[in-house]
Every structure is written in structure tokens, then in C-alpha cells.
């Protein structure tokens, strides 16, 4: 089974700040996605990236495929209140059957403290 | 949104009794999955259905069964529950398998006592 761990755990810091989320595992993916997932909610995808060292923008937040396609980071600038939840990455992986579908990773709980 | 709909959202149940949770989807998306969300585990893939009476297991598929009868339909069935079981369990759908996006629906907040 691939394992993707996410560090930290747990991340609480003042709005304002900058922070950078990892996303690590020992196997090679052919894509990333990253999702946002809000209390009594299901996670909503943020980006899908796919070519290693790729990096895509949305607002304040960066992320980054690495060169091997087994790690991705998230920086988000300028946290603000609105950025809190909890952060899931996801890689792809072939089945037995040759279905692919998602691994997810143990996620990064955010708080943004206003 | 995806028009993801989950029943029931909550439930208590006793150690040993059979539950079915049920997943309806608008979307007529090929691929259906069901996870389960445990602190510290995020998400793991419990069953996903790649078509009507396709089904393939996950990596924490002991323990469960799966139906899909009909495209819009996904049930997972514990057959006899165990308070390990005790997790929020979420549908999912997309068009195809892989790196395309996964629409998720409310959730079901299952307890075993």
C-alpha cells in the first residue's frame, strides 16, 4: 500500500504569517492533488499537478510537485482566518485491475488564529 | 455542486448489528468509492465501484461489502459491526479513476457502542 505522510500534523499560527505544508512518500506518483476539507464537510479539490518540479499558483497559495514526483509541498502567504481546515494530498495509484484511483495522505490540520 | 447525497448523515448502532449506508449521486459518473476518515489516518479507501456491478476492494476493505445495483447508486454494508468501525464515512464520485478530480459528498458520522 502507498503511504503518504503529510507534516506537520498540526499547525496553528497567527493570520499574517507564511507556512509550508509537506506532502512525502517513498513511492513515485503520476500526479498530486491537493484538498481542502472544512468541519462537517467533505474535502473540494485545490490543484492537481502532474510534471515533477511543476508549481501552480491559486492566490496566496503555491504548490509544488517535486522533481521525483514523490513529494509535494503547499505554502500558503499572508495566512488568513479563512485558510483553516484540514489539508489532504492525494496520489494516484494503478489497481490490480488497471483502475486507478487515490491515495490520500494523513493530512495537516491548519488554524489560523486572527 | 456535485449532486452527492449520503444516508443517513448519522447513526448509533450496537456492536454486532448490520448496517448499510447508502450513496446517490446526479452526476452519472462512472466511478463510485467509499472511505473512511479516522484522526491521524486522513482518508482510506474502503471500496470503489468502476461501473454498475464493478467493485474493487481498498486497502481497508475487511469487514465491508459493497453493491452497486445502478449507476447512481453506491450502498456499503457492514455486516456485523465493531466498535473499530466507529469513523465518518464518506462517498465519492469522478468521470474516470486516477489524477481527475473526486467530488465527496456530506459525510456519514457512523457510531458503534
Known amino acids: 500500500t502507498q503511504l503518504l505522510e503529510q507534516s506537520p500534523q498540526f499547525l496553528s499560527i497567527q493570520e499574517g504569517e507564511n507556512l509550508t505544508v509537506y506532502c512525502n512518500s517513498s513511492s513515485v506518483f503520476s500526479s498530486l492533488q491537493w484538498y481542502r476539507q472544512e468541519p462537517g464537510e467533505g474535502p473540494v479539490l485545490l490543484v492537481t499537478v502532474v510534471t515533477g518540479g511543476e508549481v501552480k499558483k491559486l492566490k496566496r497559495l503555491t504548490f509544488q510537485f517535486g522533481d521525483a514526483r514523490k513529494d509535494s509541498s503547499l505554502h500558503i502567504t499572508a495566512a488568513q482566518p479563512g485558510d483553516t481546515g484540514l489539508y489532504l494530498c492525494?496520489?494516484?495509484?494503478?489497481?490490480?485491475?488497471?483502475?486507478?484511483?487515490?491515495?490520500f495522505g494523513t493530512g495537516t490540520r491548519l488554524t489560523i488564529i486572527p | 455542486d456535485a449532486g452527492i447525497t449520503q444516508s443517513p448523515r448519522h447513526k448509533v448502532t450496537e456492536t454486532g448489528t448490520p448496517v448499510t449506508l447508502r450513496c446517490h449521486q446526479t452526476e452519472n459518473h462512472r466511478y463510485m468509492y467509499w472511505y473512511r476518515q479516522d484522526p491521524g489516518h486522513g482518508l482510506r479507501l474502503i471500496h470503489y465501484?468502476?461501473?454498475?456491478?464493478?467493485?474493487d476492494k481498498g486497502e481497508v476493505s475487511d469487514g465491508y461489502s459493497v453493491s452497486r445495483s445502478k449507476t447512481e447508486d453506491f450502498l456499503l454494508t457492514l455486516e456485523s459491526a465493531t466498535s473499530s468501525q466507529t469513523s465518518v464515512y464518506f462517498c465519492a464520485i469522478s468521470e474516470t479513476g486516477g489524477r481527475v478530480e473526486q467530488y465527496f459528498g456530506p459525510g456519514t458520522r457512523l457510531t458503534v457502542t
Open positions: 465501484s468502476y461501473g454498475v456491478k464493478d467493485t
Open positions: 492525494a496520489g494516484d495509484v494503478r489497481s490490480n485491475f488497471g483502475n486507478e484511483k487515490l491515495t
